[in-house]
């Protein structure tokens, strides 16, 4: 009932700001909430704001579109904003589209390993934590902690967050960047030739006189 309340709320904003004077601000939610452990290295989710005339990319709290001269809406930022992720239901997503039981992790279904051939390794989405890896078993939207909305501080940072300031990063050009970091380095196959390049010395051996 709430969330209706709000996007009707909404809506009658956006048209009575078109009649003129201030319009409000918009924030734009990209990318969705990760399914599993290995979808969390691949978060994609941004915020962005912007121009609700011209669309171009807006500060928040700039009350004047700097395009001045082919746009120049004036504008005015709301105090809070609806979690995108969680279209403000606060519900953990990975739990909604993994069809999580009660938070359980949907690959080991609760359970921490999975039983292969007699044998019984740890669920390797959970960790054999036996709870969804995103929600922590918490069932509450991550991005929003469960609380349906962001105030507008933490949307601006949100938005820094999703700008870093040298520009390189952009999510959607580069996606094999962000896999290649996420390598494990343990593995160190190496070892098993020349086994032992140090030898135990025995300076220590007690000398009998
Ligand atoms: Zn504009
Ligand atoms: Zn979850
Ligand atoms: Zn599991
Ligand atoms: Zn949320």
Redesign the pocket.
């Known amino acids: 009932m709430r969330i209706k309340t709000a996007l009707v709320l909404v809506v009658t904003l956006t048209l009575a700001a078109c009649g003129g004077g201030k319009q409000k601000g918009v924030v734009k939610f990209k990318g969705s909430t990760p399914n599993t452990s290995l979808a969390v290295k691949r978060d994609n989710r941004a915020v962005s704001s912007h ?6 990319p ?1 500060k928040i709290d700039e009350v004047r ?3 001045v001269k ?4 004036k ?1 005015e930022w709301d105090s809070t904003y609806t979690c995108g992720p969680c279209g403000g239901s606060g519900v953990c997503q990975a739990c909604v589209w993994m069809e999580n039981q009660k938070g359980q992790c949907y690959a080991c279904r609760g359970e921490g390993f999975i039983a292969y051939q007699g044998k019984t390794p740890d669920c390797k989405n959970c960790s054999g934590k036996k709870v969804c890896p995103i929600c922590a078993g918490t069932q509450k939207c991550d991005y929003c902690k469960g609380r349906k909305m962001f105030d507008k501080a933490e949307v601006m940072a949100l938005v820094e967050k999703s700008n870093p300031p040298d520009g390189a990063a952009d999510p959607a050009a580069k996606p094999e960047a962000d896999t290649k970091k996420a390598e494990p380095k343990k593995e160190e196959p190496k070892k098993e030739e020349g086994k032992a390049p140090e030898e135990p010395k025995k300076e220590e051996a007690p000398k009998k006189e």
Do not use: R
């Not at 121009?51 to 171009?56: E, I, L, M, N, T």
């Not at 082919?70 to 809406?73: E, K």
């Open positions: 121009c609700p005339k011209c669309d171009d807006l579109c700097p395009k082919t746009c120049g809406a504008v």
